[in-house]
């Protein structure tokens, strides 16, 4: 996983909990996250640099949903607004300090 974040000029350790992307047993994404009393935080969201803008990065986010839903959680954030535009398309909200996407159940 180093490796990885190394190749796609991410200067992230490998994260303590999140999900791994894979296609056809070779890495292909890491979502780094933390869960909260009420909700899921992304930390980060790295995508093998040859395969960005193939919806790997919205499937990652569509999964993590997914995973909330089942925990309990009713909203993903995310503090960084580096990728707003990309968050933005996947329904997530502006905040005073960063982003949010609501789950319904």
Do not use: C
């Amino acid at each position: 996983m180093r490796e990885f974040l190394r190749a796609n000029e991410s200067s992230d350790d490998a994260p303590a909990l999140g999900l791994i992307g894979k296609l056809v047993g070779d890495l292909v994404a890491v979502l780094a996250m933390e869960i909260t009393s009420d909700a899921v935080r992304i930390d980060s969201l790295i995508v093998a640099r040859e395969l960005r803008r193939k919806r790997i990065g919205r499937f990652m986010v569509e999964e993590l949903a997914r995973l909330a839903r089942k925990i309990d959680r009713d909203r993903v954030v995310v503090d960084s607004l580096d990728a707003g535009d990309f968050f933005r398309k996947l329904g997530f909200q502006d905040l005073d300090n960063g982003m949010e996407l609501k789950i319904e159940n």
